[in-house]
């Protein structure tokens, strides 16, 4: 069993910044990428970050420039920093793990941006 628990989300005004972190526990004997994906009240969840264990990153066009996710392997850690943060970035923030053969996810965190 793999745990994937996040935190850090919150309401936030626009312009604004959060960090948000994710802790990956249980059976993990590797790993290929950890990541960040969300899901706005009616839309789909959609990429938003992610890094590969070599440290490669990859984003969504929407957030480039504005976040950056960063890694700890020894921690089994991933965090995402967002910056300038408007308000389309609302939405339920979830933490991903592939062992190369399955996906991991985490319940999630909310994160509003509103004034």
């Known amino acids: 069993q793999v745990q994937l628990v996040e935190s850090g989300g919150g309401l936030v005004q626009p312009g604004g910044s959060l960090r948000l972190s994710c802790e990956a526990s249980g059976s993990i004997f590797s790993i290929k990428s950890m990541g960040w994906y969300r899901q706005a009240p009616g839309k789909q969840r959609e990429l938003v970050a992610t890094i590969a264990s070599g440290g490669t990153t990859n984003y969504a066009d929407s957030v480039k420039g504005r976040f950056t996710i960063s890694g700890d392997n020894a921690k089994k850690m991933v965090y995402l920093q967002m910056n300038s943060l408007k308000p389309e970035d609302t939405a339920v923030y979830y933490c991903?793990?592939?062992?190369?053969?399955?996906?991991?996810w985490g319940k999630g965190t909310l994160v509003t941006v509103s004034s």
């Open positions: 991903n793990l592939h062992n190369y053969i399955i996906n991991y």
